[in-house]
């Protein structure tokens, strides 16, 4: 008799669906995270008057009360429905290159394209047929999802679905501005438009039109207690500051985890929510040959610096027209792709207030805002101990200089700040090289060529996150309930 039917490792996004799927669904269910809080990625934290949002910008899948997504569905399921309250963004974005153009576009595709008229006349036309193709590509990826035969599949989609996104934008476009303009999500996903595939763009833009972004009253961190609580009022356990540091085996086959005070518990079932390589690291056997060579072969993705800053005075005062809004020194992406490497002055922010459409938190007449671009760890290892604080707060005042570009006064109105580098997501996290999506989310990763998910190859271990599958809010919020729901298949059949 074990001591638990599930033990879940890690408290993310998926760790925490898997955990309360299980505990619903009858199972006795033990959750550990290292950390203090859950959520993983999904936090928040104070600073002063302040609590800041650690990663969610927008949020995909919920949904409107009237068209309904995916998530909606899933939280109702999971006890958290009438819970959690979604703040919608009127706008996807607003997009600037200082010189070049500033164009903002509203979560709608009639909108939309009225705003890209507006700011690059004469291409209506060439707009409507590159939203037609991303409908199409959509529709192809579904039918494909759903096993329909080749045959019936619209054949666009396997001429255009895995085409770089940049190569079909300028087959619609002959202006770069509207190219860059319509391609500012890219680093929501992380390889630049030049390698992305069509179909990831297609279906983002997709998500946040047709479904709307979100941001959530209490940030990420009101979704993740909610899921915890509804987890432990269902009889779930759940322990923190515990790390798990073994996965125990007896004849192939999981059988329990040891907590990093050496004490052991037993359970039939294991999902991690860990890094794949942190995961495989703790089996007590020999890794199976299948996951070696897969291992072997992956890229660990991109990691964030962030500047947090709570700043005393009102989104209106200092000119924010929009939640979220991306400023680009130029159109040449995969420059700045390059110089996520280097410390290279900030090429490319996303900057987000959460008080254009208030969360709750800032107090009234200020403002929370992030600062973030991209950055793999490799630059910021080089750093000495000695000079880490200096460098990262050098490096902070070059995303201050690109947002001064288009929200001028942010500098004078900073009451709070705080950074996080690749080494602060590395360390909360336990994630190698602080990646916060996972493996790079290129096609040689993806879902087409791997299956981490599915293909532990060790019986009872599981595997839920942005490193078993997509990174971002809505996939590994879902990743953790259809694992669940697979493990609780198995053990029914
Ligand atoms: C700054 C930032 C901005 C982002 N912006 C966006 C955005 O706008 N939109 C979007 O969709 N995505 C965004 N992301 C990415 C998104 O947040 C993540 O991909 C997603 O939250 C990862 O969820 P996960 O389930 O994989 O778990 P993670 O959040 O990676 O959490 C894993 C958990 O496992 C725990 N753990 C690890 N090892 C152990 C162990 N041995 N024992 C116990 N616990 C362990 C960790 O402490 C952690 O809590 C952002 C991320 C960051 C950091």
């Known amino acids: 008799m074990s001591d638990f039917d599930a033990v879940v490792i890690g408290a993310g996004n998926a760790g925490l669906t898997a955990a309360t799927t299980l505990q619903h669904a009858g199972l006795h269910t033990l959750l550990v995270e290292r950390h203090n809080i859950p959520g993983g990625c999904a936090t928040s934290f104070r600073r002063g008057r302040f609590e800041f949002e650690v990663a969610l910008h927008q949020l995909s899948g919920v949904g409107t009360e009237d068209q309904q997504y995916t ?281 987000s207030s959460y008080d254009v459409e208030p969360i709750g938190f800032a107090p009234a007449g200020a403002n929370h805002v992030s600062l973030m671009t991209l950055q793999y760890s490799d630059a910021w290892e080089k750093v000495p101990p000695a000079a880490y604080a200096r460098t990262k707060f050098a490096y902070a005042e070059t995303l201050l200089d690109l947002v001064e570009t288009t929200l001028p006064g942010i500098r004078d109105a900073i009451e709070e700040a705080d950074v996080a580098t690749p080494l602060t997501h590395a360390r909360y996290l336990g994630h190698p090289s602080g990646a916060i999506y996972g493996y790079e989310q290129d096609r040689t990763h993806s879902w087409l060529f791997r299956n981490s998910e599915r293909e532990t190859h060790v019986a009872g271990l599981h595997l839920a996150g942005s490193w078993a599958g997509s990174g971002g809010f809505q996939p590994t919020l879902e990743a953790g309930h259809r694992v669940a729901q697979r493990l609780l298949r198995a053990r029914a059949a």
């Open 71 to 351: 998530l909606r569905s899933m939280f109702d399921r999971l006890g958290v429905g009438d819970t959690l309250e979604f703040v919608q963004e009127p706008d996807l974005y607003r997009a600037v290159v200082p010189g070049q153009y500033d164009v903002t576009l509203p979560a709608d595709w009639a909108g939309a394209v009225d705003a890209l008229e507006d700011a690059f006349p004469g291409n209506r036309r060439r707009v409507e047929r590159f939203f037609a193709l991303v409908k199409d590509i959509v529709l192809g990826y579904i039918a494909v999802m759903r096993k329909t035969p080749a045959a019936d599949v619209d054949p666009v989609f396997f001429r255009r679905a895995l085409r770089p996104f940049k190569d079909v934008l300028d087959e619609h476009f002959d202006d770069p501005r509207i190219t860059s303009a319509l391609g500012a999500y890219w680093p929501y996903l992380g390889p630049p438009p030049s390698r992305l595939a069509f179909q990831e763009m297609a279906l983002m833009l997709y998500a946040y039109i047709e479904f709307k972004p979100w941001h959530i009253r209490g940030g990420s961190q009101a979704m993740s207690s909610a899921l915890l609580d509804s987890f432990v009022a269902a009889g779930g356990q759940a322990r923190f500051n515990t790390a798990v540091e073994a996965i125990l085996t007896e004849r192939g086959r999981v059988v329990g985890v040891r907590f990093d005070d050496g004490q052991e518990v037993s359970a039939r079932d294991v999902v991690s929510n860990a890094s794949l390589p942190v995961t495989y690291a703790m089996l007590d056997d020999v890794v199976p040959t299948a996951v070696r060579d897969d291992l072997a072969t992956r890229r660990i993705g991109v990691s964030g610096f962030v500047l947090h800053m709570g700043l005393d005075a009102s989104p209106a005062d200092l000119g924010f027209t929009t939640s979220t809004t991306f400023v680009n020194t130029d159109m040449d992406d995969d420059r700045t792709y390059a110089s996520w490497h280097s410390l290279e002055p900030a090429r490319g922010i996303c900057i």
